[in-house]
């Protein structure tokens, strides 16, 4: 094409060789570029909070939901962590949830911490669904605390589940990927774009997940897997009131009592919305991101404005 007529001045006109160029999706009646239903997809940490918001989004389009979480296997990974975790049935209760609602959707047991494990979920998926079409890694665990006296045990922990865990069900899952332009999405967070004081490991570990986002994004462009992340920033889950809620310095400062108060006066202070994202906000992401077939690599921060990059 000439410059003229591509709309670029002289000397601009991009050259790309018409044979490297793919063409663009047809829009499906003017709307959906890239249609869910019947898919397969995977989403870790599932059991509640924003995994079990974007199983049930994924369900509602049509989508074959896998909702993997530690279930039973809780029990032994728990140890010596200082958080509640979600009961053993939690995970059973939100793929019947989902199924009463005519979604179709299985709970499968997972550490994504664990190789064999791993291996295990995506083994099971394709005997229940005979493919594998996108990858939500979505399990995640916080710790907070001073870099000096932090635990090494609690980084290990924390390194382990949310990044390593993306490196083990990406590599689990990238033979069956491979079959269909599969789709990957990270769940990173705001802590991912920026570091805030007593969260060294987790900010660390969020900063890397959206690292190996961007070079899973490049490495598997050719094999047409897109890889995306989303960055949430104040989801009113377990991670809030079991833990970020309480800490000393956050319930003296905002002088609250109550969980719910303080993440509400966080929120009010800190969010230029002054809103808070809801797992369906944080759904919507994974969905919008499962679709653009021409968005690679991004790391798409939902949190009111919070953090703007
Ligand atoms: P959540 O309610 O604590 O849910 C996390 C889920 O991950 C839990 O169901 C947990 O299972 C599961 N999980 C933990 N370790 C696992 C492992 N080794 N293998 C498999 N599953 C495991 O937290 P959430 O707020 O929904 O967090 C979901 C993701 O969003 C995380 O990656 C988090 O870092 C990220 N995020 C959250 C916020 C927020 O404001 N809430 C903000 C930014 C980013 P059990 O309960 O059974 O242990």
Sequence with gaps: MAAAESGFPEGLAPQCGSHHVKPASPLINGETIINIQGKTAI???????????????????????????????????????????????ELERTAKDIEARGGACVAIEVDVSDRASCQNLVDKTIEAYGRLDILVNNAGIIQTGPIAEFAESDWDRIFAVNVKGIFLMSQAALPHLRNDAGVIINIASVSGKRGFPNMG????????????????????????????????????????????????????????????????????????????????????AALYLTRADSVTGVSLTIAGGYVMN
Excluded at 58 to 71: I, K, N, P, Q, T
Excluded at 232 to 240: I, K, Y
């Design 43 to 89: 989403v870790t940490g599932a059991a509640r909070g924003i995994g079990r918001g974007i199983a049930e989004a994924f369900a509602r389009e049509g989508a074959h939901v896998v909702a993997a979480d530690l279930g039973l296997l809780a029990q032994a990974s728990r140890a010596g962590w200082n958080y509640a975790l979600s009961p053993a049935r």
């Design 201 to 284: 490991a987790y900010c660390a570990s969020k900063f890397a997940a959206i690292g190996l986002t961007q070079s899973m994004a490049a490495e598997l462009a050719e094999s047409a897997i897109r890889v995306n992340a989303v960055c949430p920033g104040h989801v009113d889950t377990a991670m809030w009131s079991d833990h970020l809620s309480k800490t000393e310095t956050r319930q003296e400062q905002y002088g609250t009592e109550t969980t719910e108060d303080t993440f509400g006066a966080v929120v009010r202070d800190l969010v230029p919305l002054a809103r808070e994202q809801s797992p369906d906000d944080i759904a919507e």
